[in-house]
């Protein structure tokens, strides 16, 4: 059956869901960094994004997270709930790195005193600026309640994913998510939507510092899919193949 495609972005395709109110999310193995300045194709990333993405979402419907995640449907795809997205990209930081260092002079990988929420407006023409709260509210990119809404789940969703990932002896420096307005019953409710996975998050193994996510690409400083595999691993989603030294990890079946 051919796909309605309803959107392509750099690392994901949006199609039309079976049922009415539901998408599906395909992942592609396209890595882009600086605004599209770079690209390169990393067979199975889409693969293990989807996998990665698929267990946070479930992991956070645990603590009552409302988000768009449905099911998984196969390896690169997932059926969602249609949802209008805010645009915007919600960016919370634990440990200075990336744009934050370089735009306030600060040293990366200092501990901030306390969790960073910040807001850029989704526009590449614009390349994605940083705004402010009273920007969103005077533009009416999402009003009060909303933000509060968003900035009550960012925190949230930071305390245990901060938790989870430091039991895999991973340090979760910093990641970006995006909402979406849900309506069910004349009701509407903000959700979690997107992804969460290394092209996303910024991971650091907790003793050796080392990068695990899509700042190996945008560095150029190692296969990019060594870090996102051992991501995986830790997360349990990998089942290494001991037969031979060249053979490649295995997803585990699910
Ligand atoms: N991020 C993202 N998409 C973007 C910009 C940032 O997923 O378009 C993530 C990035 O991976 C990091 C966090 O948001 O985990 C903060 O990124 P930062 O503002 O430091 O920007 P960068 O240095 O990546 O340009």
């Not at 059956?1 to 109110?21: D, Q, R, T, V």
Request: proline residues 2%; contains cysteine; charged residues 30%.
């Amino acid at each position: 059956m051919k796909k309605n495609k309803l959107y392509e972005g750099k690392a994901k395709i949006l199609y039309k869901g079976s049922e009415p109110g539901t998408l599906i999310q395909h992942f592609k193995d396209n890595a882009t960094a600086n605004n599209n300045e770079k690209m390169e194709i990393f067979e199975g990333k889409g693969v293990i994004n989807n996998r990665i993405s698929e267990q946070l979402f479930t992991l956070l419907s645990s603590i009552d997270i409302p988000h768009h995640f449905i099911k998984r449907l196969n390896m690169r795809e997932q059926l969602i709930h249609e949802v209008e997205i805010i645009p915007l990209e919600v960016v919370i930081r634990n440990i200075a790195a990336g744009s934050l260092t370089k735009r306030l002079g600060i040293k990366s990988g200092e501990k901030l005193s306390r969790t960073l929420i910040e807001y850029y407006f989704k526009d590449d023409i614009l390349k994605d600026p940083l705004v402010s709260e009273d920007h969103i509210l005077t533009f009416g990119w999402a009003n009060q309640n909303e933000l509060d809404e968003i900035s009550t789940l960012a925190l949230r969703i930071n305390d245990f994913l901060v938790g989870y990932f430091s039991a895999l002896k991973i340090e979760l420096i910093d990641f970006k998510i995006e909402f979406g307005r849900m309506y069910k019953n004349e009701e509407m409710y903000i959700v979690l939507a997107d992804e969460i996975s290394p092209d996303s998050c910024r991971l650091w193994d907790s003793e050796t510092k080392r990068k695990l996510d899509k700042d190996v690409f945008r560095e150029n400083s190692g296969y990019l899919l060594d870090g996102y595999n051992e991501v995986a691993k830790r997360m349990g989603l990998l089942i290494e193949n001991k037969a031979s030294k060249n053979s490649k990890p295995t997803l585990v079946k699910g």
